[in-house]
């Protein structure tokens, strides 16, 4: 008989990536096997009294507290699109969006504060009506213009969280058989397991009532609000001191950020712009990492995070990664058909020393994730609470970057009398640095890369998802190379690298020695930024004088032609400064690594 437990971490790990075969459920059952029930959790969630108002879950209070700072913050629209060609009836879409909103509260409830602490308002009624936009009358080359204009302004007009509703719909009428609808909600109400549910109920109730027919759907048994207050009184306690021991440990001395190259100056305070690059694995390709993962013993998702992992130790030398991972935290049954905001997420950590090779690395990710998933009921708002990081208005706390696979088929919105065709509302924002985002199908691999556009240029991001293809290709074919030995340069990038920038021939006037020449140029362009690292740059002229004290200082210690200097620092200002200082004071300087062994 299976443990309670080990169904609860399994179902964790489906939820967000899809359905595991036998094989992959047995090395998940095998792992978790060790660990203990919890007893506490084993009761089920009972409906509680409707008094109009219930306690904010964990994950909601977070997005409160963060719409207090910030009101109608953007990032947390949740929108989704869809072209409809045919003869809609538009009474019974209404009809049938009605009827969700009726059967879950979520969608009925605002959120207030009473004495300083939030609460749900959870209205006992709310008739969703749906704007009709008619766009016929415009010229065929502007409608489409216009409706993608019309479209991404719905999809990023704020919510109100105190007046609400937070679902709205709005149809946008192209022609007399074909319209566009616009549904968007806000994340403190749903997630993206709950536009699953949406779609699903949306297309069993348009073909009720398209065929004159009453709702199908039998009421649910619990509603968002019983989960919320059912999860406050579950976790606290030994459970709450079990899983709080876990993440403390597993996070201890974890770096405060992935340190990626940038295009741009982080800002001061995060400010959500973002925009989406996406790409295409083949078949090919996504069938042999299925191969590799089966032949590891490994799901694929731990896979493509290991080889995304090392792709970001290869940009940044970060030898300890903190990335990001959401699961769909919906381990008991009853929450299943639930719309609300249950999604979690998970600061998975690697190590990268001793130079792994990927075969290497893919096992310490795979006992990363699993003890993940074993502990992951803790709400990532406790987490950060629980561990106090240093407040950084510019980055999120813990993980800057996320990964994220989907290997289940997502719900198929099917109304009577329609062709459905998708309709792209690309993300223009983002809540991290970058959002690795892959969808895996029978026909390949989808990645969708979302960032930053304060930080990265779309040819950056671009030339990122290349080498993270190339880096896929190397595994597959040799697993047991080194990930630090991986060729990541494609052939324009090496001839540009070995050639064209080696191609530094140039004559100078005289016996001119480097520190002349550096002198020159400071003379000629004092202001002109001379070096430039993350927030910090400096001129050439102050770049100049720091080196001109530093070599000073050196003479006057005697320092001669014939001394030797070491010089043991991290990449920085600092440096470049102590190498010119060095070479100024007629010295050579001698480059100590400081990741290699003391001795």
Not at 52 to 68: C, E, H, K, T, V
Not at 285 to 293: D, K, M, Q, V
Not at 314 to 328: F, I, K, N, S
Not at 430 to 441: A, K, P, V
């Amino acid at each position: 008989m299976k443990s309670k437990t080990n169904d609860k971490a399994i179902s964790g790990a489906v939820k967000e990536r899809g359905q595991l075969s036998p094989a992959k459920r047995a090395l998940l059952e095998k792992r978790l096997a060790g660990r203990s029930s919890v007893e506490t959790g084993a009761e089920g969630i009972r409906p509680g009294p409707r008094n109009g108002s219930a306690p904010l879950s964990f994950a909601q209070q977070r997005l409160w507290f963060l719409d207090q700072l910030e009101p109608g913050l953007l990032a947390y629209n949740m929108p989704a699109a869809v072209r409809l060609l045919g003869r809609l009836d538009v009474t019974v879409l209404n009809w049938s969006l009605n009827e969700i909103v009726r059967r879950h509260e979520s969608l009925r409830t605002t959120f207030n504060s009473v004495a300083g602490q939030p609460i749900q308002i959870i209205a006992p009624a709310l008739e969703l009506s749906t704007p009709i936009i008619d766009l016929t009358d415009l010229p065929d080359d502007e409608r489409e213009t216009e409706a993608m204009q019309r479209a991404r302004e719905e999809a990023y007009r704020p919510f109100d969280l105190v007046r609400g509703p937070l679902i709205r719909a709005v149809l946008l009428r192209l022609r007399s058989e074909e319209h566009v609808l616009i549904l968007t909600m806000h994340h403190i109400v749903s997630d993206g397991w709950s536009q699953g549910v949406l779609t699903k109920e949306l297309g069993v109730l348009y073909e009720a009532g398209a065929n004159g027919l009453r709702s199908p759907l039998s009421d649910l048994s619990i509603q968002y609000a019983d989960f919320a207050q059912w999860q406050r009184g579950w976790l606290k306690g030994d459970e709450l001191d079990r899983q709080i021991e876990y993440w403390r440990n597993h996070l201890k001395g974890a770096p405060p950020s992935v340190d990626l190259p940038t295009d741009g100056v982080r800002p001061p305070q995060m400010n959500y712009q973002g925009s989406t690059f996406v790409f295409e694995l083949s078949a090919e390709l996504s069938e042999s990492l299925n191969a590799l993962s089966r032949r590891e013993g490994a799901t694929l998702f731990m896979t493509l995070l290991a080889a995304f992992k090392a792709l970001l130790w290869r940009y940044t030398g970060q030898r300890d990664l903190v990335v990001g991972t959401p699961v769909a935290n919906r381990s008991r049954e009853e929450l299943e058909g639930l719309i609300g905001f249950f999604v979690n997420t998970l600061a998975l950590r690697t190590d990268f020393t001793g130079d792994p090779t990927f075969r290497g690395l893919l096992r310490r990710v795979k006992e990363v994730s699993l003890a993940a998933y074993a502990h992951q009921d803790l709400p990532f708002e406790l987490l950060v609470e629980e561990l106090q990081p240093v407040r950084d208005l510019s980055r999120n706390p813990l993980f800057q970057i996320v990964f994220d696979l989907q290997n289940a088929p997502a719900p198929v919105l099917e109304l009577t009398g329609l062709t459905l065709q998708p309709y792209d509302l690309s993300s223009e924002s983002t809540r991290f640095d970058l959002e690795l985002h892959l969808t895996s199908r029978p026909e390949g691999i989808t990645g969708a890369l979302v960032y930053s556009t304060n930080l990265f240029a779309e040819s950056s991001v671009r030339q990122l998802a290349e080498r993270y293809r190339m880096l896929l290709e190397a595994v597959v074919a040799d697993p047991e190379q080194c990930v630090s030995r991986i060729e990541l340069l494609v052939n324009a990038e090496r001839k540009k690298l070995l050639l064209e920038w080696n191609d530094t021939v140039r004559l100078f006037p005289g016996k001119s020695c480097i520190t002349d020449l550096f002198e020159m140029w400071a003379t000629r362009t004092p202001d002109r930024i001379a070096l430039a690292i993350g927030d910090k740059s400096v001129t050439y002229e102050e770049l100049n004088r720091r080196a001109n004290q530093l070599a000073h200082y050196l003479v006057s210690y005697g320092i001669s032609e014939e001394t030797r200097i070491g010089i043991y620092i991290e990449r920085s200002v600092e440096m470049i400064v102590a190498v010119l200082g060095v070479l100024k004071a007629g010295a050579t300087y001698v480059p100590l690594e400081p990741s290699y062994p003391e001795e």
